[in-house]
């Protein structure tokens, strides 16, 4: 006599296996816990993704296999959604069935998205503006670092009456000036966005 075991955690089928002789009562078979003798479904429904699991009315896994019947369920497929009122927000659900409604399987393609009916779009103006603050402030560090430091020292070299030495600081500050802005270009705005005002 085949019996089926299945899992205790979830009901999951494991394996089928021959089931030993009851030696007290004589016809009869031993049937352990988690195991049952009830015939699987036709294995031809399944169909990919599905398995066959031992579950009680109420969705549980019984230790008496007459208190369940074989059931066929999907597997769970974990999925990452992204909250739609904050594209950079994002959690792992078990299932891609158990995806709440304020969140999607739609990855954003910016930190700039934003959700709309036809899906992630693009919010060009948020876009741009967070990519010149980046440039202003690298500029503003490169300035304060560089620039800065040589503009006090001529000032400093003015007052002590070393004009030479204060254009040549001046100079500098200049060259470095103008190769900071150089290498820290503005972004290219999109059209319809306006152009930076930062300096």
Known sequence: MKVHSYSFRDGRYVQSVTAQPDQMNQGTYLIPG??????????GWLLEGEYFAYHDENGKTPRRWQDGDWTILKEKIPTTGWLKSDCTQSRQFDDAGELTEDYTSEKPVTRW????DYGWQ???QAKFESEVRTINDLRRQQYAQIVDPLMNEARMQRMLGDDIGAEQNELQAQQWYERIREEHPWPQAPEGVLPPTTA
């Open 34 to 43: 988690y195991h049952s003798p009830k015939s699987l479904p036709d294995s």
């Open 122 to 124: 693009t919010d060009e």
């Open 113 to 116: 998205d934003i959700w709309t």
